[in-house]
């Protein structure tokens, strides 16, 4: 079976919508129900799914392409009948398309269920039910915390008063991720899941002084209380430690401690004065979601996707004052106070050693990232900012999975 997906009309106004992003490759099979691609209207971002199993044989609209409803999106074929009939337009295809096939038209199911596009996509990459999944958003819609909160909810564990996640197969090669000032181990569940799928053991921490961990830190030295142990404990074995922003200081007292078989460093810290002081001070002493919201804005270039129940328990959380000594610790008058270029320098030496340079940093100078020791590598993402993989997933998590090979 030979048919053309078209642009079904997905609102009573829709005359056109710009194709967002294709989810399924030319040549790569899908099954009923799967996204095939993201499609922009005047009124926001829609998936626009498979009503039978098949396969995209080739696209006809492609990323960026502004086009009609009814226009041809691309060739399916191998597919099987769908359980409704399609509505066939029996007028002719534009001369671009393949003259052959007839065009089809598929509706829009209604699966009861409400979700974000990049929740859904989320979702997808981590192989979750939406079904399983509590949305918190307006009217129990499911927005990407919920996704990111539920990737880590069944591994949750605590040893030695550390909070932490920890999936994967048992044989894989051992990763650490370590989060920033003010996050938790669920800032990581999108890459984490990536890494596990692709055979990774991922050990994710709560650090001290951060999320569920009991453990406090009020200087950058205690970052790093009881990591060591916990990665003997449950990982049995030095590991490649990935970590970001401020999690580049207990990251590299791991290396030094000789608990490292390389350093990844997300949009580090310690590489020059150059702060936002009202981010880290600001979050140190956040107490609405109003805060929260206008200070996590700085960390990406995209629209900030969290729900106001999940920014409420954030600042929940941050209200309680367990950052204020640690903020004062790490940045005071004239800017950073932590500098770790001398040890990365050393520690190039024996260990591979990656930094990730967002250039849309608003928390950090990017420049100072990349003047380090030429032993270090060093990978430019120029359309990312602070939350790197949250711009630039894809190209993160590929820098992530081939920086912990073996």
């Known amino acids: ?107 829009m199911p209604s699966t009861g269920l409400r979700a974000t596009p990049l929740a859904r996509r989320l979702a997808r990459e981590a192989g979750i039910d939406l079904r399983d999944v509590r949305g918190t958003g307006r009217r129990g819609r499911i927005e990407r915390a919920d996704i990111e909160h539920h990737v880590g909810a069944p591994t949750d564990a605590r040893a030695n008063g550390l909070a932490y996640s920890l999936t994967g197969p048992d044989t894989g090669a051992r990763v650490v991720l370590l989060h920033g000032f003010a996050g938790d181990h669920t800032l990581w569940a999108a890459p984490a899941a990536g890494l596990a799928r692709a055979g990774r053991r991922v050990l994710s921490p709560d650090l001290p002084g951060h999320g569920a961990t009991d453990a406090e830190a009020a200087t950058p030295a205690e970052l790093s209380t009881g990591l060591a142990d916990l990665i003997a404990e449950t990982l049995d074995g030095p590991a490649h430690i990935i970590a970001h922003s401020l999690g580049a200081v207990p990251a590299t007292a791991l290396a030094n401690a000789g608990a490292a078989q390389s350093l990844t460093l997300v949009a580090p810290a310690g590489l020059g004065l150059g702060v936002d002081r009202t981010f880290v001070h600001g979050l140190a002493v956040a107490k609405s979601a109003g805060e929260v919201a206008h200070l996590l804005q700085r960390m990406t270039e995209t629209p900030l996707a969290l729900s106001a129940e999940a920014l409420t328990r954030i600042a929940e959380s941050l209200g309680q004052g367990r950052l204020i000594a640690l903020a004062d610790a790490i940045v005071g008058a004239a800017g950073q106070m932590v500098s770790l270029r001398a040890d990365l320098a050393r520690l190039a030496e024996t260990i591979p050693i990656r930094i990730i340079a967002p250039h849309r940093d608003r928390i950090f100078d990017w420049r100072d990232m990349v003047t380090v020791s030429p032993r270090i590598a060093l990978h430019h993402l120029p359309n990312a900012g602070h939350m790197a993989w949250w711009d630039a997933q894809r190209d993160v998590l590929d820098i992530l999975r081939k920086s912990t090979d073996g």
């Open 1 to 107: 079976m030979s048919a053309v997906l078209t642009l079904p009309r997905l609102g009573e106004t829709m005359e056109d919508g710009k194709v967002v992003a294709w989810l399924v490759a030319p040549g790569a099979p899908f099954r009923r129900g799967d996204a095939l691609l993201e499609v922009e209207t005047d009124k926001t971002v829609v998936e626009v799914p498979a009503l039978a199993d098949g396969e995209l044989a080739e696209i006809l609209a492609p990323e960026g392409a502004q086009v009609r409803v009814g226009a041809s999106l691309a060739r399916l074929v191998g597919a099987e009948e769908p359980d409704a009939a399609p509505r066939i337009d029996p007028a002719p295809l534009a001369t671009s398309a393949p003259a052959p096939a007839p065009k089809v038209v598929l509706p």
